[in-house]
T-cell receptor
Framework: KAGVTQTPRYLIKTRGQQVTLSCSPISGHRSVSWYQQTPGQGLQFLFEYFSETQRNKGNFPGRFSGRQFSNSRSEMNVSTLELGDSALYLC??????????????FGQGTRLTVV | AQKVTQAQTEISVVEKEDVTLDCVYETRDTTYYLFWYKQPPSGELVFLIRRNSFDEQNEISGRYSWNFQKSTSSFNFTITASQVVDSAVYFCALRYNFNKFYFGSGTKLNVKP
């Protein structure tokens, strides 16, 4: 069974640009959540999508957005990039039925560097 | 508010020593789930174990063992006879709502040969 696939693995962007990151979950998983990891703030929840609907949102500005497609693949977009957006962005895939104790499986992440 | 605290920022041990990673959590929910993840230098978070709030049974899996105590809100993780390959950052996490995790700040484990 293929794991969670994130593309690209590395990105270098310039301040002010926008970027789109992609996440393909494990086959059969309908929940995809996104996390930002930085040395200063650690792992922070961005948002979660389930069946193409955003179910949860973290405390990030509107420049961070996402969507999920009918095949459960998800994309995350960051507009007007700032230096502070440099981070490892991790995607997690889960069956995530409410009330179930299933774990989330993570991809290898996309390392974004803003210069 | 949900919160996970890993007080140990970094631990260094010599190979074959036992090491315990501490995790303390805060939540007002009666149903919640606790996890441990390992993050090697490659960046991927590797799932190790999960525990439900209503299941305090401790577990041993090979060299790994977990101690979950609701009375002290702790979910500690022990590696017996550590190996160099165990070197990584370990995260304790709390999940209570859909697929949203609250992570601790992580404990970096250095196992020296």
């Amino acid at each position: 069974k293929a794991g969670v696939t994130q593309t690209p693995r590395y990105l270098i962007k310039t301040r002010g640009q926008q970027v789109t990151l992609s996440c393909s979950p494990i086959s059969g998983h309908r929940s995809v959540s996104w996390y930002q990891q930085t040395p200063g703030q650690g792992l922070q929840f961005l948002f979660e999508y389930f069946s193409e609907t955003q179910r949860n949102k973290g405390n990030f500005p509107g420049r961070f957005s996402g969507r999920q497609f009918s095949n459960s693949r998800s994309e995350m977009n960051v507009s007007t990039l700032e230096l502070g957006d440099s981070a490892l962005y991790l995607c997690a895939s889960s069956l995530a039925r409410e009330g179930s104790s299933v774990e989330a499986f993570f991809g290898q992440g996309t390392r974004l560097t803003v210069v | 508010a949900q919160k996970v605290t890993q007080a140990q920022t970094e631990i260094s041990v010599v190979e074959k020593e036992d090491v315990t990673l501490d995790c303390v959590y805060e939540t007002r929910d009666t149903t919640y789930y606790l996890f441990w993840y390992k993050q090697p230098p490659s960046g991927e978070l590797v799932f190790l174990i999960r525990r439900n709030s209503f299941d305090e049974q401790n577990e041993i899996s090979g060299r790994y063992s977990w101690n979950f105590q609701k009375s002290t809100s702790s979910f500690n993780f022990t590696i017996t006879a550590s190996q160099v390959v165990d070197s990584a950052v370990y995260f304790c996490a709390l999940r209570y709502n859909f697929n949203k995790f609250y992570f601790g700040s992580g404990t970096k484990l250095n196992v020296k040969p």
